[in-house]
């Protein structure tokens, strides 16, 4: 069935060092993966996300990388704040039959130590 | 413009019973869908709904149950509650409904405690 693995499960970083969060997805007819910022107690907030038409995508700190022969896509935060300490969930989807079926991973808990 | 709403925030159940849940999209979009997240986990999709009608079902039991009305809002509901069903019940909605040309935005979620 389809499934997206990440790794690690929790990443501690001294501020302003870079984190690096990886998803490995199972379905290769994947075609859409957003990352998703949870802080405790709050919704999901999209942070990035790419399609299968790109390799790489990046917005300010953050960047998404994609290799489709590989199965497997990365979260990049360069320059980390404290701010950026919260619970990151990789996504996976496609629209071949046409619904909106996000697949997630199982999270990484992301510390930046001040 | 108000983002994705969900009530009640909070609901505490005891095993046995029924619960619906009741979810406003953002103005504009038609597509609403469920998850469920349990603690320490990501969400789990259970139901899609598209213009009123069910277009995506997650593997859940038949206890779970969803609707859509004509203002796009909808409703998740849950009969014979099981301790395991305590969760976060996250609501997220998108333009069409479909994932490789837009974005789902997810509302505040409704934290359900079964005792």
């Known amino acids: 069935g389809e499934n997206v693995e990440q790794h690690p499960s929790t990443l501690s970083v001294q501020e302003g060092d870079s984190a690096v969060i990886k998803c490995t997805y199972s379905?290769?007819?994947?075609?859409?993966f957003p990352w998703y910022k949870q802080e405790l107690g709050k919704r999901p907030q999209l942070i990035i996300d790419i399609r299968s038409n790109v390799g790489e995508k990046k917005d300010q700190r953050i960047a998404v990388t994609l290799n489709k022969t590989a199965k497997h896509f990365s979260l990049h935060i360069t320059e980390t704040q404290p701010e950026d300490s919260a619970v990151y969930f990789c996504?996976?989807?496609?629209?071949?039959?046409?619904?909106?079926?996000?697949?997630f991973g199982s999270g990484t808990r992301l510390l930046v130590r001040p | 413009d108000a983002g994705v709403t969900q009530s009640p925030t909070h609901l505490i159940k005891t095993r046995g019973q029924q619960v619906t849940l009741r979810c406003s999209p953002i103005?504009?979009?038609?597509?609403v869908s469920w998850y469920q997240q349990v603690l320490g986990q990501g969400p789990q999709f259970i139901f899609q709904?598209?213009?009123?009608?069910?277009?995506g079902r997650g593997n859940f039991p038949d206890r779970f149950s969803a609707r859509q009305f004509p203002n796009y809002s909808s409703e998740l509901n849950v009969n014979a509650l099981l301790l395991g069903d305590s969760a976060l019940y996250l609501c997220a909605s998108s333009l069409e409904g479909t994932a490789y040309q837009e974005t789902q935005y997810f509302g505040p979620g409704t934290r359900l405690l079964v005792l």
């Open positions: 996504a996976a989807s496609r629209d071949m039959d046409s619904s909106y079926k996000l697949i």
């Open positions: 379905d290769s007819a994947s075609n859409y």
């Open positions: 103005s504009g979009h038609k597509s």
């Open positions: 709904y598209y213009e009123k009608e069910e277009r």
